[in-house]
């Protein structure tokens, strides 16, 4: 509410700039006349003449007679033009404090709603301020950090705190390298290797790569209730063609989890979509609304690899995509054919070859 009541006064302030010259104007009309004041000066210097007996009475009368005369023109031309130009003068003053009146809030309001901010007034008050402040907090935090680690590097909380903060922000590469330092001066700590594995799955596009795997595993022999390493090992399960194996998993997970657990719904419809897709293909991307538009692509990059060859990375790509897709068939057949196509070139089989230990497609040899 306060917002308005200072546009009204700004407003208000912006009106009476502009009728205050036009007030004037009235004022100096009421001026008296240069002309006619001469003639009044001029009878009452005869009378001062007449008394101290300068000039004779019939020549004081017929002086002031004269100046009477003059007087009269002075005023009558006056009056006229006063009332040939007055009227003209008052009517575009109206006009012009009309003008004023109306137009110059309603442009302040157009101008207002195109820069300004209005949709701030239907927020809650300080609801914007606490918004921006809480990013910048994050980020000032953030360059602090980093500032205090390049001084300290060997500081295991600052890269601790920093590790989940770059994970929030989507600077999941980053992520992965704060999680290594903090393992490296603070410990093998159970949660600290699971959120590491966490950040090494979410870089590889969801797979849960061999490394990533035996990092889980390394958290649960420190912790065997680690919820979060055993959810991402019944999904490597799964990649791995380990159906049954990751549903039994997922079942073990549920049946131990508390009523108030916060993961309980993820897990039931991860056994609800694998009852629902077994015997299918693409378990994994089913539920996704894109999915088909990715089977399609898959199977284009597939089609010209197979027609024209490609390079060692069009083939890790065809052999990544397959293993999201839960085709692991296909993904092993796409890894044979990548040897094959690339047998001259020794750089690209090496390509292939850490993408199958990747993938963890390691029945795939010559």
Do not use: C
């Amino acid at each position: 509410m306060m917002i308005w009541v200072i546009l009204m006064v700004m407003t208000a302030a912006a009106v009476m700039a502009v009728l205050w010259p036009l007030s004037r104007s009235a004022a100096v009309a009421r001026q008296v006349d240069p002309n006619t004041q001469f003639y009044r000066d001029q009878i009452a210097e005869i009378e001062r003449d007449r008394d101290r007996g300068a000039m004779l009475p019939e020549e004081a009368e017929a002086a002031k007679a004269e100046a009477g005369r003059r007087l009269l023109r002075a005023s009558g031309l006056r009056d006229h033009e006063a009332l040939a130009v007055g009227e003209p003068a008052l009517r575009r003053r109206r006009a012009v404090s009309t003008l004023a009146l109306s137009v110059l809030p309603i442009v302040a309001l157009a101008v207002y709603g195109a820069y300004g901010s209005p949709h701030l007034l239907s927020e809650p008050p300080g609801a914007q301020l606490r918004q921006d402040a809480g990013k910048l907090d994050l980020d000032t935090a953030v360059v602090q950090i980093e500032a205090h680690l390049a001084k300290e590097p060997q500081d295991g909380r600052g890269w601790d705190v920093l590790a989940p903060v770059y994970l929030r922000l989507g600077r999941i590469e980053e992520a992965v390298k704060a999680y290594e330092s903090a393992l490296r001066y603070l410990g093998r700590d159970a949660g600290r290797l699971a959120s590491y594995g966490e950040a090494l799955v979410i870089v590889h596009d969801g797979i849960v790569t061999a490394d990533a795997q035996a990092v889980f595993q390394e958290a649960l022999s420190l912790d065997a209730s680690s919820v979060k390493a055993r959810l991402y090992l019944a999904r490597a399960a799964e990649q791995d063609g380990q159906v049954e194996k990751a549903k039994s998993e997922y079942q073990t997970i549920l049946a131990s989890a508390p009523p108030e657990a916060p993961w309980r719904g993820f897990v039931q419809d991860q056994i609800a979509r694998i009852d629902g897709n077994q015997g299918g293909s693409a378990p994994a991307m089913r539920e996704q609304p894109n999915a088909e538009a990715i089977v399609g692509m898959v199977q284009g990059l597939a089609s010209r690899l197979e027609a024209q060859g490609g390079s060692p990375e069009e083939w890790a790509r065809l052999m990544r995509s397959y293993v999201v897709l839960g085709q692991r068939d296909k993904a092993v057949a796409a890894t044979k054919r990548a040897r094959e196509a690339l047998a001259q070139d020794a750089a690209g089989l090496r390509t292939i070859d850490a993408m199958a230990q990747e993938l963890k497609l390691t029945d795939t040899g010559p």
